[in-house]
C-alpha cells in the first residue's frame, strides 16, 4: 500500500478527496484518468486520511443484486432455524466509503441501486420474505478510464465533486513515483505526515459549522451554474458545500475568492452543457437554451419567470451581484473549461485500445445477477437456489402428503420452488447510424436518420435496443448520440445539428467501431451499423490533426476506406448501407463500401424514414 | 461480514387473534421488534447493530418546496380523488421529484380503516371478504374495531423481488413451526394509499408486469404452498424518473393518470430560495418542520373540504362534449383520457372551492392529463403540450362561435 502523503502528482484530486473527509454530504468524488495514472492507488489510499475505523468497502464489478442490497442468508437461516439478514455492500460502507473501480462499467441495475441509496441514505431491503431498512450513508469513491465509456448523469449527479480529467504525470513525478512504489512503505515520516493530514482534517470538520458564506456569493455560484447550464438544484448546494469546506479546511471563518474558483472547478464545470460567455445578454442569461422546446410546456412556464420579463429580472441579478463575483467565477471558468464543453467530458476522448480488456470483459456477457422464480423450460435452473427454496417446506410438506397417503422421497419439490437463472441480458442490438451531413442532400439524409432514429428508439424497451448516432461533415466524425435507449435525448441532440462540408467517411467509420467496442465492455455484443451516405468520401483520416492532409489523391481515399472496411468486417459487425445519391450521379461507391463491410446495400434515394427501419431490422 | 439476526420472537398476538382463519397473516415487519444476535458465522467480526426497524425519517416538508407547481398540483389532485390513476413524474435530474412525493406523507389526511389490518380495508371491504369465507362465522359490521391512520405512501424500490411485492409465505413460521402463514407485501401496505416508485422507468420487466396486472384488476392475488390468498390493491401510482434514462412500456405509461413534467429552474432568486431552504431544514430538520407547521395544516385542511366538497361538484354536458372534441381532435385511442380529464377537473374545481366544473378548469389540467396520451410521432417536433394548447384553443373558439 502507498500512503495518501506519498502520491506523487493528482494535487486536484488529493484535494477533492480531502474535502470530501471534512464533508461527507458532498457525496462522494469521481477521479476520471487514463490507465495506469495511479487513480485507484490514490483512491484506495483515502482510508488513510479518513479516522480511524471508518469503513472501506469495494464494490466488485460482477455483483450481485442480493449481495449489493443484502437479504436473506438463506444458509445460515436454514442451519439456525432463525431468519439470518445479510447486510449488502451499500450497508456495509454506511458511514464510510463505498469504492468503485471503474465506475463507468459498473452495471446499470448496480448503478440504480447506488443511486437509490444515495439519494435516501438507506437501503430499504425488499427481498425473499425481508422488509427492513439498512443505513447506508456512504462517500462514494469512483475511478473510471474516460475511454471504457460514460457513467451515468443521474450516478453523477448525486456525486458532488468530479475531478477534471487528470492527464499524465510529468517526467520529474514519474520518477518519485517509481522511486516511491519500490521505497520502503508507511516509514516514520509518512506516519507522522498521514497524523498531520488527518489532524487537519479533523480540525475543519469541527470548523465546518463555523464558515459564513454571504448572499452574493450564493448568488454567484448560481448564477454560474445557470450560465454553464448546470441542471437541478442539487448541485447547487453541493457547489456551496465544497466552498464551506474548502473554507474550513483552510482553518478560515469566510469563504474566499479561492473557495469559490475551487467550487466551480470541481463541482460545477464538469457539469455544464454549455459556454458561457463573458458578454453574455439578459436573454442568454435568463433563457433555459439548452432546454429543448418540447420540454417548455405551457403549463410549467409559470414556475419559472413569466416569459414577458426576463431583462428586468436579470437586470435586478446582475446589479444585485457585485461585479467582483462575476468576474471571477468567468475566471475560473475560462480557466478550466474543456474546449469541447458540450461532450461534457470529463475527458479527452482517448481511442481505445483495441484488444484485451473489451475481448476479456466481453465474457461477462449475459452475466448472472439472481435467481428468479420461473419455468424450468424458460431458462437454466439454479440448482441451489432451488434446493434452498424448497428446504424450508419440506416439514409440512411431508407432513401434507402423509395425511394424503402419499410417499415422498428424501426431497419434495415442487413447481413453485425452480429458480431460473436470470442474467442481465444485454440481448438488445446497438444500431450505430452513420449519417452523411456533408453536402447539399445532408439535411434530407438527416431527417430520414432522425426518423429512423426515433422510430427504432419507440420499440427499444421490447428489444432493449439501444441507437447511437455518429455525424459527419467538415474534417472529422462526431458523435452525436452515444448509445442510448431514451427517444428525449435522441430528439434533443439530433435538432441542432449543422450540415454542409467535406464528407470524412473513414472517421466515421472508425468511430463508430470504436463506440462498437465500446458497448461491447458493456456486454452488448449484437451490433449494427446504419450507413447513410452516397459513399464518396474525400476526406481522409489525417485531416483531423492535419490540415494539409486534407486534399489527399482518390486511390488512397479509397484504399483508406477500404482497409477500415474489411476491419470491420472481420471484426463480425453487421452493415447496412443506405445509397441516397440520385441514379444519374452515382459511381457506385455506396454498393463497393457495402461490399467491403460485408454488408447489404439498399437504394433508397427519397427514403422515408420506416423503410430505413425496415432494413435495419430485416 | 456483518450479519444479524432478527429472532423469531416476534409478537404473535396478531396471528393468534385470527384462529378462524386457515391462514393468520402475519404481522407486518416493521412493527416486529427486531433482537440482534451474532450467527456463530459473524461471531468473529464486530456485531453492528442493523436498524431494521422502519423509523419514519424526517421529510423535507411539502409546502417549503419552491417552485415545481405542476407536480405539486397533480399529487395534490390525486389525493383529493384518488380515482385519477396516480402521476407520473419526468424530468431533469436534482429537481425535488423524489422529495417532493417523499413529503407527501405529511400532508395526507387520515382515512379508517378495520383496526390493525395489515389490507387497510374499510368496514364493508372487511366484512365483505371475511364474512363471505367458507365456514367463517357472519360479521356483525357493528362490532368490528376500526382506527384512523395517515393515507400510507409505500415505496418500491427498484431492487425488490417479487414476493416482496405481493406478499409471500412466512418462512420463519414455517420454519419455526411448520405453520403457513401469509405474509403481506408492499402491495397489500399501499391498499388504498399511494405506491411510489422512484426510478420508474427503469423497473424490471417482471415487476412491471405485476404492477400492470393488479392496477388493471385491483386485486393481487398470491398462490404459494397451497394457499391461496386473494385481497384488494388499489393504490395510486406515482412514478418518478428521468427521460434520459431510458423510456417507459407504453402500457404503463397508459396506467398513469397525469403526467407532470419538471425541468430546472432557472431564475436566480427562486434558486437562491431553494438553497435557504434546503440549508436551514439540513442544519436543524425538525425545529425547520415546526417552523412551516401552520402551512402544512392549512394544505391539509385545503385538501380535506376539496374531499368533502368533490361530491357536490357537477360538470354541464356541453363540457363533456368539449372535453370529447379535444381528445378526438388529438386522436387520442380509447376512452381513458375523456375520463381522466372529467375527474381531474372535477377535483380542481373542487380544490378551487368551486361546485361546478368550467372549461377553465379543464384547460388547466388539459396538459397534465392527455400529454402522455398523444399518438407519439417521430418526425413531431411540436411539443405535446403545445399541441393540447393549439386544439383546446380551437375547440373552445369553436365553441364560443356557437354560443
Known amino acids: 500500500m502507498i500512503a495518501f502523503t506519498d502520491i506523487v502528482g493528482m494535487d486536484l484530486a488529493k484535494q477533492a478527496l480531502m474535502l470530501l473527509a471534512v464533508d461527507p454530504s458532498l457525496g462522494g468524488v469521481v477521479i476520471p484518468s487514463a490507465v495506469g495514472s495511479g487513480k485507484s492507488t490514490l483512491a484506495r489510499a483515502f482510508a488513510d486520511i479518513l479516522p480511524e475505523g471508518t469503513p472501506f468497502v469495494e464494490l466488485p464489478l460482477n455483483v450481485t443484486e442480493d449481495r449489493l442490497i443484502g437479504g436473506v442468508d438463506l444458509e445460515a437461516t436454514l442451519a439456525t432455524g432463525q431468519r439470518v439478514v445479510q447486510h449488502g455492500v451499500l450497508s456495509r460502507a454506511h458511514k464510510g466509503v463505498l469504492y468503485v473501480d471503474s465506475l ?146 483552510a482553518q478560515r471563518t469566510e469563504v474566499d475568492d479561492e473557495d469559490l474558483k475551487l467550487a466551480v472547478k470541481l463541482v460545477l464545470v464538469p457539469r455544464a452543457t454549455r459556454m458561457p460567455e463573458r458578454e453574455a445578454t439578459e436573454e442568454e442569461m435568463q433563457a433555459p437554451d439548452e432546454a429543448p422546446p418540447e420540454e417548455e410546456a405551457p403549463e410549467t412556464e409559470d414556475e419559472n419567470a413569466p416569459p414577458d420579463e426576463p431583462d428586468a ?57 439472481r435467481a428468479q422464480e420461473g419455468e424450468m423450460k424458460s431458462g437454466k435452473v439454479a440448482l441451489i437456489p432451488t434446493l434452498i427454496s424448497a428446504a424450508p417446506w419440506q416439514k409440512t410438506r411431508k407432513a401434507d402428503k402423509a395425511k394424503k397417503g402419499i410417499k415422498t422421497g428424501a426431497l ?77 435525448r435522441a430528439k434533443r441532440e439530433l435538432d441542432v445539428l449543422p450540415t454542409g462540408g467535406g464528407t470524412p467517411l473513414a472517421s466515421a467509420l472508425i468511430t463508430a467501431w470504436e463506440t ?87 437504394y433508397l434515394p427519397n427514403a422515408k424514414a420506416e423503410q430505413i427501419v425496415e432494413a435495419a431490422l430485416s | 461480514m456483518t450479519q444479524t439476526v432478527k429472532a423469531a420472537k416476534k409478537s404473535s398476538s396478531s396471528k393468534a387473534a385470527a384462529p378462524a382463519k386457515a391462514v393468520a397473516p402475519a404481522k407486518a415487519k416493521a412493527t416486529a421488534p427486531a433482537k440482534v444476535k451474532a450467527t456463530p458465522e459473524a461471531k468473529a467480526a464486530p456485531v ?19 417552485g415545481q407547481e405542476e407536480m405539486k398540483l397533480s399529487l395534490i389532485l390525486n ?77 418500491l424500490p427498484l431492487g425488490a423481488t417479487e414476493d416482496r411485492v405481493c406478499g409471500t409465505i412466512d418462512i420463519e413460521k414455517a420454519l419455526t413451526s411448520g405453520v403457513k402463514a401469509f ?95 434546503r440549508r436551514e431544514y439540513d442544519e436543524d430538520p425538525e425545529a425547520y418542520i415546526k417552523k412551516v407547521t401552520r402551512d402544512q395544516q392549512k394544505l391539509q385542511k385545503k385538501i380535506v373540504a376539496a374531499q368533502e366538497l368533490l361530491p357536490q361538484v357537477t360538470m354541464d354536458d356541453k363540457v363533456l362534449t368539449d372535453i370529447a372534441r379535444l381528445c378526438m381532435s388529438l386522436g387520442i385511442d380509447g376512452h381513458r383520457g375523456e375520463l381522466t380529464i372529467t375527474r381531474t377537473a372535477h377535483a380542481f374545481a373542487a380544490l378551487q372551492g368551486k361546485t361546478t366544473v368550467t372549461m377553465a378548469h379543464v384547460k388547466e389540467v388539459a396538459g397534465l392529463c392527455l400529454r402522455h396520451r398523444l399518438r407519439k410521432d417521430p418526425l413531431e417536433t411540436v411539443d405535446a403540450g403545445e ?16 354560443a
Not at chain 1, 206 to 216: D, F, G, I
Not at chain 1, 412 to 425: A, C, L, Q, T
Not at chain 2, 387 to 402: C, D, N, P, S
Open chain 1, 104 to 249: 463507468s462499467l459498473l452495471d446499470s441495475s448496480a448503478v440504480s441501486h447506488v443511486m437509490d441509496a444515495m439519494s435516501r441514505g438507506v437501503v430499504l431491503v425488499e427481498r425473499e420474505g425481508l422488509s427492513e431498512v439498512h443505513p447506508a450513508d456512504f462517500m462514494l469513491v469512483g475511478t473510471y478510464d474516460p475511454s471504457d465509456g460514460e457513467v451515468r448523469m443521474g450516478l453523477l449527479d448525486r456525486i458532488g465533486i468530479i475531478v477534471p480529467f487528470a492527464t499524465q504525470n510529468d517526467y520529474r513525478a514519474r520518477k518519485k513515483i517509481v522511486s516511491v512504489v519500490l521505497g520502503e512503505r508507511y516509514s516514520e515520516d509518512t506516519q507522522d505526515e498521514l497524523r498531520m493530514l488527518r489532524g487537519l482534517i479533523e480540525a475543519a470538520r469541527e470548523q465546518l459549522s463555523h464558515v459564513s458564506m454571504t448572499k452574493e456569493q450564493i448568488k454567484g455560484l448560481i448564477q454560474t451554474a445557470i450560465s454553464l447550464g448546470v441542471e437541478g438544484n442539487r448541485v447547487d448546494i453541493f457547489t456551496i458545500r465544497c466552498a464551506i469546506a474548502s473554507a474550513a479546511l
Open chain 1, 313 to 369: 429580472d436579470a437586470d435586478e441579478e446582475q446589479e444585485e451581484t457585485p461585479d467582483m463575483i462575476e468576474e471571477l467565477m468567468m475566471d475560473a471558468m475560462e480557466t478550466e473549461l474543456p474546449d469541447n464543453i458540450l461532450n461534457i467530458s470529463l475527458a479527452s476522448k482517448k481511442k481505445a485500445k483495441s484488444g484485451s480488456r473489451g475481448e476479456a470483459l466481453n465474457n461477462r456477457r449475459g452475466r448472472f445477477v
Open chain 1, 412 to 488: 419434495v419439490i415442487n413447481k413453485e420452488d425452480v429458480k431460473i437463472k436470470k442474467f442481465r441480458d444485454k440481448s438488445g442490438t446497438l444500431f450505430i447510424f452513420m449519417v452523411d451531413a456533408s453536402g447539399s442532400m445532408a439535411l434530407n439524409r438527416m431527417r430520414q436518420a432522425k426518423g429512423a432514429v426515433a422510430s427504432l428508439l419507440q420499440n427499444a424497451y421490447v428489444h432493449r435496443d439501444q441507437v447511437a448516432l455518429i455525424s459527419f461533415r467538415g474534417k472529422q466524425a462526431q458523435v452525436l448520440l452515444p448509445p442510448s435507449q431514451s427517444v428525449d
Open chain 1, 516 to 602: 462498437a467496442k465500446q458497448a461491447r465492455t458493456k456486454g452488448i455484443t449484437q451490433i449494427m451499423f446504419v450507413l447513410i451516405t452516397d459513399g464518396r468520401g474525400n476526406i481522409p483520416l489525417a485531416a483531423a490533426y492535419e490540415p494539409n492532409a486534407e486534399k489527399a489523391p482518390k486511390e488512397e481515399l479509397e484504399k483508406e476506406i477500404e482497409a477500415i472496411a474489411l476491419t470491420i468486417q472481420a471484426d463480425g459487425v453487421a452493415s447496412i448501407v443506405v445509397d441516397t445519391q440520385m441514379n444519374y450521379l452515382s459511381r457506385g461507391e455506396a454498393p463497393k463500401l457495402a461490399q467491403k463491410l460485408g454488408g447489404r446495400y439498399f
Open chain 2, 48 to 66: 453492528k447493530k442493523a436498524s431494521s426497524k422502519k423509523k419514519s425519517a424526517l421529510a423535507f416538508p411539502f409546502t417549503a418546496i419552491v
Open chain 2, 79 to 155: 389525493i383529493i380523488d384518488p380515482r385519477i390513476g396516480g402521476v407520473l413524474v419526468m424530468g431533469h435530474r436534482g429537481t425535488g421529484k423524489s422529495t417532493t412525493v417523499r413529503a407527501l406523507a405529511e400532508v395526507l389526511p387520515l382515512i379508517p380503516r378495520v383496526k390493525d389490518d395489515i389490507y387497510n380495508r374499510t368496514v364493508e371491504q372487511y366484512v365483505e371478504a371475511e364474512g363471505g369465507k367458507k365456514g367463517a362465522p357472519a360479521i356483525n359490521p357493528e362490532e368490528v374495531k376500526t382506527e384512523m391512520i395517515p393515507v400510507p405512501v409505500v415505496d
Open chain 2, 183 to 277: 405474509e403481506p407485501g408492499l402491495l397489500a401496505q399501499s391498499n388504498r394509499g399511494f405506491l411510489y416508485i422512484d426510478e420508474v422507468n427503469l423497473l424490471d420487466d417482471h415487476l412491471v408486469d405485476v404492477l400492470l396486472d393488479v392496477a388493471a384488476s385491483g386485486k393481487n392475488v398470491v398462490e404459494r404452498e397451497g394457499i391461496s390468498i386473494r385481497h384488494p390493491a388499489r393504490f395510486v401510482l406515482v412514478g418518478s424518473g428521468n427521460p434520459e434514462e431510458g423510456e417507459l412500456r407504453p402500457q404503463l405509461l397508459d396506467r398513469f393518470g397525469l403526467h407532470a413534467r419538471i425541468i430546472t429552474i432557472n431564475d436566480v432568486a427562486k434558486r437562491v430560495e431553494i438553497v435557504k431552504r
Open chain 2, 387 to 402: 399541441k393540447i394548447e393549439r386544439e383546446l384553443a380551437k375547440v373552445l373558439g369553436e365553441g364560443e362561435a356557437a
